[in-house]
């Protein structure tokens, strides 16, 4: 770990919470607007499109900062389902719990910092289950791999 790595953790974290308020902002009508019209079929359709932001933000941010991320649909819907409840849980951790304890502008703000560095971390390691491999293996290894008779 070098200070490098760090600032993208901090720059991961700080631009996926960030972008994540301005998408929550422009999903919490529609989603509004969703289940009003359409009850419990408004509200599966919500959370579907919730998850698809969720993961197509972090597979854009994670091939933007760390190393390409597969960008199939079905892939983009699991990434966000496992981010998701992943920050949610780190989130109630880090943030939600030492607000409740310590409620001030301090703690948002010392929360705030923190959580950036853990959500950029937890949604590094989300993004690397999607890690886009070059097709094929190097030569470097299957030289390796014919010295060593495998």
Excluded: C, Q
């Excluded at 960030?18 to 009508?29: A, N």
């Amino acid at each position: 770990m070098n200070w490098k790595n760090l600032a993208k953790y901090f720059i991961h974290g700080t631009a996926f919470s960030s972008i994540f308020i301005l998408l929550v902002i422009v999903w919490t009508p529609v989603g509004l607007i969703l289940v009003i019209l359409g009850s419990i079929i408004g509200l599966i359709i919500a959370l579907g499109l919730l998850v698809l932001l969720v993961g197509g933000l972090n597979t854009f941010l994670a091939s933007l900062l760390w190393f390409p991320v597969k960008s199939s649909f079905w892939s983009i819907v699991i990434h966000g389902i496992v981010l998701s409840i992943a920050l949610v849980i780190t989130d109630a951790i880090f943030v939600l719990a030492p607000s409740i304890a310590f409620p001030g502008i301090a703690t948002r703000i010392v929360t705030f910092v923190v959580s950036s560095f853990v959500d950029g971390f937890v949604a590094k390691k989300v993004a690397g289950l999607w890690e886009d491999m070059p097709e094929g293996v190097p030569k470097e290894i299957e030289e390796k791999w014919k010295e060593r008779n495998i």
